[in-house]
């Protein structure tokens, strides 16, 4: 049984341009689900779907949306109104860098609807739909900054831990229905932001050597679908998350998270 015969005819991406939220969209779209691309950059978009559809035989929609909207999940829904609505995925995220008081306002106004208000609203609507029809999945994706805590950025940190937390939590109550819920939570991912901030040396190869593909982790969540409620992709992360908590009190987790971001 492939995905559209266990979950529905479509599925839908939120964050789907690049990295992990294509390889989510080229995923279910090789199960014979029809996919709904959301993103800003609409161009990119148009492109991978067509690709899609040509690759895989399935169907595509493009909606172009700004997460950072409080609006903006309206066209989404109503977009989606009438479609056999199988799959949810919400892998879209932001966040800046810097001292909570130094970021401006507006960027945390920003980082507080795109990772978190426009993550709920999504999540809660189209749990709705699959619980009423006792059918769906839902896979959302977190980050290891969700299990410490990250200075320098730490709302976005937060953010992370919210969907986190939510997810698990969501997957609980689900466990007695057939609507599977999963969080998986990345380590370092190659995806194009990655390789264009990436540092030269020694440093970057470390970061090379320790990054998962983005296939690598959509191919691990769906592994464990229906599985298992939380998962820390690669077993890099894991023996790391292992180690931190075995190994460190929590205010030397938190100050070894912030090593990293202090001179950004």
Same mark, same amino acid.
């Given at each position: 049984?492939? /995905?559209?015969?266990?979950?529905?005819?479509?599925? %839908?991406?939120?964050?789907?341009?690049?990295?992990?939220?294509?390889?989510?969209?080229?995923?279910?779209?090789?199960?014979?689900?029809?996919?709904?691309?959301?993103?800003?950059?609409?161009?990119?978009?148009?492109? /991978?779907? $067509?690709?899609?559809?040509?690759?895989?035989?399935?169907?595509?929609?493009?909606?172009?949306?700004?997460?950072?909207?409080? =609006?903006?999940?309206?066209? %989404?829904?109503?977009?989606?109104? =009438?479609?056999?609505?199988?799959?949810?995925?919400?892998?879209?995220?932001?966040?800046?860098?810097?001292?909570?008081?130094?970021?401006?306002?507006?960027?945390?106004?920003?980082?507080?609807?795109?990772?978190?208000?426009?993550?709920?609203?999504?999540?809660?609507?189209?749990?709705? %739909?699959?619980? $009423?029809?006792?059918?769906?999945?839902?896979?959302?994706?977190?980050?290891?900054?969700?299990?410490?805590?990250?200075?320098?950025?730490?709302?976005?940190?937060?953010?992370?831990?919210?969907?986190?937390? /939510?997810?698990?939590?969501?997957?609980?109550?689900?466990?007695?229905?057939?609507?599977?819920?999963?969080?998986?939570?990345?380590?370092?991912? %190659?995806?194009?932001?990655?390789?264009?901030?990436?540092?030269?040396?020694?440093?970057?190869?470390?970061?090379?050597?320790?990054?998962?593909?983005?296939?690598?982790?959509?191919?691990?969540?769906? =592994?464990?679908?229906?599985?298992? /409620?939380?998962?820390?992709?690669?077993?890099?992360?894991?023996?790391?998350?292992?180690?931190?908590?075995?190994?460190?009190? =929590?205010?030397?987790?938190?100050?070894?998270?912030?090593?990293?971001?202090?001179?950004?």
């Amino acid at each position: 049984m492939n /995905l559209r015969e266990k979950y529905g005819e479509w599925g %839908i991406i939120l964050g789907a341009t690049e990295g992990v939220g294509k390889a989510f969209a080229e995923k279910i779209a090789s199960e014979g689900m029809s996919v709904v691309l959301v993103g800003r950059r609409e161009e990119k978009l148009q492109e /991978l779907g $067509k690709s899609i559809s040509e690759t895989y035989g399935v169907d595509h929609m493009v909606i172009r949306a700004d997460f950072a909207q409080s =609006d903006c999940t309206d066209k %989404i829904f109503e977009a989606t109104k =009438d479609l056999d609505m199988g799959f949810m995925s919400y892998v879209a995220c932001f966040h800046t860098f810097g001292k909570l008081q130094d970021t401006p306002w507006e960027k945390h106004e920003q980082m507080i609807n795109v990772n978190v208000m426009t993550f709920l609203k999504c999540f809660y609507h189209y749990m709705g %739909i699959f619980a $009423k029809q006792d059918r769906g999945a839902v896979i959302n994706v977190s980050s290891l900054t969700a299990i410490s805590s990250s200075p320098y950025n730490a709302q976005y940190g937060a953010g992370k831990s919210y969907i986190k937390k /939510l997810t698990e939590a969501v997957a609980a109550e689900c466990e007695s229905t057939n609507v599977d819920v999963e969080v998986i939570t990345l380590g370092t991912t %190659i995806t194009p932001s990655l390789l264009s901030n990436l540092p030269g040396g020694p440093a970057g190869e470390a970061v090379m050597k320790a990054a998962m593909t983005p296939e690598a982790c959509v191919e691990e969540a769906f =592994d464990n679908l229906g599985k298992s /409620l939380s998962v820390i992709a690669g077993e890099h992360n894991k023996a790391n998350v292992h180690n931190w908590q075995a190994n460190k009190t =929590d205010d030397e987790y938190i100050r070894y998270m912030g090593s990293f971001y202090s001179n950004n």
